[in-house]
């Protein structure tokens, strides 16, 4: 199996690629249908189109944080065919000079990304008619296309993913698939040897999860064809979510069935006689990259490669463990705060229903309590209790805490004997039982250790003592 990946991103610019409609793909409320339009996106004769220069800024941004080539010359191409979701008939795009070409992400190969302008919403669900909305039409939209290079589909869901993550951190689109802000497009082909089958692409895929169901549906499809004697047809196919399975939509147009040609009414544009658009320009704007942050946290924090990528995708939290982090000294801590952070404080704010929230908890204060924690005066169960209670809006510290709950770790042999010795007194059938043989009734020792001290006593020391006692 052979794939190659078409994804179309929306760029979250204030307003539409040639005109100066609002750009409402990213409002929270829903807009009405067909209010941000004007002459110019409805494609009325005799209007001119201008470039939105935020939206090529944000396509080159992208292609300087892969380190891909940044187009000098570029130009924007009529890609002509019919339909109603483009008025004009034909969409603004970029052919032959796409804004930026090469690169690589997640180490897959890419052609090129080039900027265009996005098609109304159709819908034809709605009963006898078909409506339109052009609140869309215009929009500026970001085309990525990857080399044939992927080879399974856990491949090309870890690229797209990598990519949304990109696009979010440089805060070039929300990339949200269910929202359509994303939209990727499969190109498969299989076969037996070096050579590439013919290809099929499939469309209407809004989530990462489909994308990886198509691909595999796809793939036994295209087999059990060949292995049949059949052929694979060159097509344009769909996704269906419900069947789960993928359907003939259209024959595929070739590049000369769209007639492209240079669109006279819109400049070249020489990049480096742009002074905005230099290199030392984009820098300044471009802020670290997911991969570069991996990289950073895996060097200067040594924490395990599950919890990086925890902080990558839920940035929110990484920025409270980085702060945590500079005001702990030592390794071991800063993997112990890392573990608090990615099971319990996540744990506590996706009960919530939410992906990070730290609550009352200040990083002075957790790290105080990861510091107890290191030092042995607080058990695990212990460091938890606290942590909850901050969390949740105590205003007492780590420490006042711990002293005024009876929290601190007892290590001391003496008071723990005397506690395990009342144990033993107060429970006579039990260690009855367990000198006949029922040795699981350890556990039993243990936890009325724990329940005595609230937690207090080190349940390793503790189990020491009750076994030399029993024996
Ligand atoms: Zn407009
Ligand atoms: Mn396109």
Known sequence: MTIGLEIHAELNTKSKMFCSCKNSSFDKEEVLPNTNICPVCMG?????????????????????????????????????????????????????????????????????????????????????????????????????????????????MNFAREYQLLLQYLNVSDANMEKGEMRVE??????????????????????????????????????????????????????D????????????????????????????????????FSD????????????????????DFKIKDSDIEVYISNREAGEFFEEVASLLNGQQLVQTASNYITSNIIG???????SFNKGSLSPKAFADLVAMNGEGELSSSGTKTILELIWGGDKRSPKEIALQDGLIQKNDVEEIKKMAEKIIENNPDSVSEYKSGKESLLQFFVGQGMKESKGSVNPEVFKKIILELLK
Do not use: C
């Not at 040897?193 to 036994?220: C, L, M, P, Q, R």
């Not at 030392?280 to 060097?299: A, D, G, M, N, Q």
């Open 241 to 276: 979510e419900n069947k789960n399975s993928t359907f003939s939509q259209r024959a595929k147009e070739t590049a000369n069935d769209y007639r492209y040609f240079p669109d006279p009414d819109l400049p070249k544009l020489i990049i480096s006689e742009i002074p905005d």
């Open 186 to 239: 499969v190109n498969i082909s299989v076969s037996k040897d070096e050579t590439f089958g013919t290809k099929v692409e499939v469309k209407n895929i809004n989530s990462f999860k489909a994308a990886g169901k198509a691909i595999d549906y796809e793939f036994k499809r295209q087999v059990q064809l060949l292995e049949e004697g059949k052929s694979v047809v060159q097509e344009t196919r769909g996704w």
């Open 280 to 299: 030392s320009e984009l820098s300044k704007i471009i802020p670290e990259t997911p991969s570069l942050k991996r990289e950073r946290f895996s060097k």
């Open 348 to 354: 506590l704010s996706k009960a919530q229903g939410l």
């Open 44 to 156: 009325y004769p005799g209007t001119l189109p201008v470039i939105n220069k935020e939206a090529v800024r944000k396509v080159l941004m992208v292609g300087k944080a892969i380190g891909a080539n940044i187009a000098d010359f570029t130009e924007f191409d009529r890609k002509n065919y019919f339909y109603p979701d483009i008025p004009k008939g034909y969409q603004i795009s970029q052919y032959k000079y796409p804004l930026v070409s090469g690169g690589s992400i997640a180490g897959v190969k890419l052609t090129r990304i080039h900027l265009e302008e996005d098609t109304a919403r159709s819908s034809h669900d709605t009963g006898s008619v078909s409506l339109v909305d052009y609140n869309r039409a215009g929009v500026p939209l970001a085309e990525l296309v990857t080399e044939p290079v992927i080879h399974s589909s856990e491949e090309a």
